[in-house]
T-cell receptor
Framework: GAVVSQHPSWVICKSGTSVKIECRSL??????MFWYRQFPKQSLMLMAT?????????EQGVEKDKFLINHASLTLSTLTVTSAHPEDSSFYIC???????????FGSGTQLSVL | AQKVTQAQTEISVVEKEDVTLDCVYE???????LFWYKQPPSGELVFLIR??????QNEISGRYSWNFQKSTSSFNFTITASQVVDSAVYFC???????????FGQGTELSVKP
């Protein structure tokens, strides 16, 4: 069964609205989760590292006020795209684990389309 | 700097042909992991293999095989007797000492025609 549950799988929203994406670790407690973004026909780029109980660490060029990350428990991280615009339309995917000697698991991804 | 390069953007083969997908990586760390993922049109990432930096043995899994060579910083992936179902985008990725963060290559879109 799935180790990481990501929800929703796809979402269509109007420009200016906010969208929340959830990433749940089902089988183990995760102090760290990762969020990636993939534009069409492009590679996956790390957006941020979600840290349980503390602020997320954002990669260069990613707006932290635009992409709010909350990691309130050891099994749940959320990514909120605030005031979404068409250029935010992308495939967002989370991962759990992957540290040295750890297995790494991906969620199934969320396709966001902003009209 | 950490970097993964997949120089082949697109490859098209006919079913039953063998095909090799190239991956070259850069890292200053001595401990790292290399991955290959398959991404079908559905978008999910399908794990294929993880190899740590201390294990240079080549690996074979059915029609899939991987050639890891530290001397050339390469981790190439070969599909033998390709099938239409192998059509997908394949990503090579690197995890280094900081753990968990994947550096992805640009991806290679493989098209296997009947």
């Amino acid at each position: 069964g799935a180790v990481v549950s990501q929800h929703p799988s796809w979402v269509i929203c109007k420009s200016g609205t906010s969208v929340k994406i959830e990433c749940r670790s089902l089988d183990f407690q995760a102090t760290t989760m990762f969020w990636y973004r993939q534009f069409p026909k492009q590679s996956l780029m790390l957006m941020a590292t979600s840290n349980e109980g503390s602020k997320a660490t954002y990669e260069q060029g990613v707006e932290k006020d635009k992409f709010l990350i909350n990691h309130a428990s050891l099994t749940l991280s959320t990514l909120t795209v605030t005031s979404a615009h068409p250029e935010d339309s992308s495939f967002y995917i989370c991962s759990v684990g992957g540290g040295i000697n750890e297995k790494l698991f991906f969620g199934s991804g969320t396709q966001l389309s902003v009209l | 700097a950490q970097k993964v390069t997949q120089a082949q953007t697109e490859i098209s083969v006919v079913e039953k042909e063998d095909v090799t997908l190239d991956c070259v990586y850069e890292t200053r760390d001595t401990t790292y992991y290399l991955f290959w993922y398959k991404q079908p049109p559905s978008g999910e990432l399908v794990f294929l293999i993880r190899r740590n930096s201390f294990d240079e043995q080549n690996e074979i899994s059915g029609r899939y095989s991987w050639n890891f060579q530290k001397s050339t910083s390469s981790f190439n992936f070969t599909i033998t007797a390709s099938q239409v179902v192998d059509s997908a985008v394949y990503f090579c990725a690197l995890v280094y000492n900081q753990g968990g963060k994947l550096i992805f290559g640009q991806g290679t879109e493989l098209s296997v025609k009947p």
